[in-house]
């Protein structure tokens, strides 16, 4: 009798955490809770870009105050916050429009191109990646400073800084489509008579066209936000970035003015994400349909 | 595009149809372009940082004198930053040493949070997984420093985080988080970058095939010993590389430190280095701890980089 009333044993923690196959309830809180405690400070900083008052911390009601209406210092009458916004998304858009036809050729050309010149370019390439922010910012700082005075600091030398810390970005989104491309889509070309420029220019980049715009949006939103290299090669107020401007407030006196420019970049760069990610989808199933084409194994497993 | 000509190496086999049919230019010449401006923008300005540590000050001037020439490098500045960094009374010696430890226990913490939650990720969030993924990527494009700010708005006195406190009674006075507190400062490390721990685990625990798993439970291996001997040793691959992509960007913030915990006790090598660049004379300094650094992080580099490269090798000939 006793026996069959003893329920049986319940799982231990630990078993719950590591069981693959049963019902993870710990790993569910885990999750959420991750999520939250990322996610939740943005939705108060945005919050709070509409208080009516001036304090970061204390509710008064929902005004657009900070966007339009403040005489001083609102995002639409403070000239500097709209100095700052411009100067963001102009770099932005000149990193992508630079960094990357820059990288897919040099990912076009290192796919093919063998031997030991080939191969240091490469690694410089990848180097470029892993440097930290830090290093690369201080180099071109004394660069622009010590060597190259007829450039010096300002929006080109930004935009050269945003460009080093790009560059890999597209070369290796696009490396990996090559990669799992294969080599019979432009053999196919060649055995049919196109030459190499109508090979490149009408096989392998309408192939390549899904992971060229993916890393041209991860390039823009990465120079949207970047913060070290900008901060280090600004020249002056007129200069300064969203990110700077952020910076520079929070150490001092943020007013809610500054939660509403930031909410602005967020707004801007989650739209370019998510019409980013619309037309990719686009792209890939378009391509999917109207070719039957086999599907290249990287793609069945992702 | 002449000199990519001279450079090209004779092709591998594998490639060798699809290389001979194209003009011995072809492909250096795509990848000319990026690779000249990485000389230039990249390379070059690590010999101007060699230049500038290696070289003098002017007196009169106050300015650094870069020494262009290899020949006259002089060591003074380099061996007077080193000296800071191991003598226990240093300049810089304290500044090295903290930044050590923060970056070591943040990145613990970030693995500690990380990992339960790219396992979730991986095999537990089911059809929420494309939900939890979007939120996972969110703070990807969410700028930096509006996270932080948000941060510094709920860590004021009066902020939400000290209100919650001592509405529960932990708290009777709002706690000063931000008055120059070292757990205030790696609490915002882990924050700022466990997203970049996540994504590897992410992707070397998502390559774990089910069957492996189940071949485990086949075995006899319990939920336990499957996790811990079938699952855990295939993502140590995962957990090093998001120590390193962690890491490596830790040493050179300065930045958290700046908005979380402003204070001279917090300070850390990004902080040293920032700080002596806006003084002229300082200049030099600033690049010899910018090399040093470089240095000391080269092995973690290295690793990172030459275990891409092997994972690469794997995609392509699986």
Redesign the interface.
Known sequence: MSALATAPPRPRL??R??????R?RF??V??IA??V???V??V??VI?SFNESRS???WQGASLRWYLWDPDSSVLHDPALQQAITQTIKLAIFTAVIAVP??V??A???????????RT?N??????F???????A??????FL??FRVIGLGTSAEL?GL??LS?AYP?VIVRARL?SLG?SY??AA?DLGAS?ARTVGRVTLPLLGPSIFASAAIVF?LA??D??VV?QLSRDATTQT??MA??G???TA?TPA??AI??I??VT??L??AIAVVAYRRMERRRGADAAIPVP??RE?A | MSE?AA??????EA?A???S???RW??????????L???V??????Y??IA?AFGGVDAILQQ?V?AWNPASWNTAVLGFSFSNISHTDGLYHAAFIRTFVFVGVATTLCLI?GY??A???A???GRWRGL?LV??F?????????????????L?D???INRILIRLGILHTPYPWLAGKPLTLVFGLV?GY??FMVLPLFATLD?IHPSQ?EAG?DLGA???G???RV?FPQSTQGVLAGF?ICA??M?????TQ??LA?VTSTRMV?NA??DS?TIPIF?PQ??AL?LI??VV?LPA?FY??WS?QRA?AQ??T?
């Open positions: 630990r078993d955490i590591a069981n693959p196959w049963g993870p790993l569910w885990i999750a991750y999520v405690w990322i996610l400070p943005v108060q900083a709070f970061i911390t204390v820059l990288g050729a040099f076009i050309g290192l796919h093919r191109w063998r031997g030991g010149v080939a370019s690694f410089v390439m990848l180097f470029s892993v440097t930290p922010e830090l290093i690369l201080v180099a071109l700082y004394l660069l010590h060597s050269i460009i080093v560059l070369v990669l080599p432009e053999e060649q190499p939103a949207l936000d913060f070290v901060n969203v990110s952020i910076y407030a929070a150490r943020p500054i939660n930031g909410t970049m967020l760069s989650t370019v994400i194994r990287a497993r | 990519g450079t090209a190496t004779p092709p591998s490639t149809r699809s290389t049919w194209y003009p072809y492909w250096p010449s795509f990848a000319a372009p990026a690779s401006f990485l000389l923008f990249f390379l070059f300005p690590f101007v940082v500038i650094p870069p949070v339960p939650f396992y979730f990720l095999r537990h969030a939890f939120l996972f969110a703070p990807f494009w969410i700028s930096y420093m509006l996270r932080m700010l948000a941060w510094i708005s709920l004021q009066d902020g939400l924050y466990v997203p390559r798993l439970r319990g939920p336990n499957t996790f811990w699952t390193v490596l960007p040493f050179g913030d300065y930045f700046q908005l402003p990004g280095v920032i660049l200049v600033g690049a910018i650094l470089l992080l580099i990172y980089l891409t690469a995609v392509v699986e």
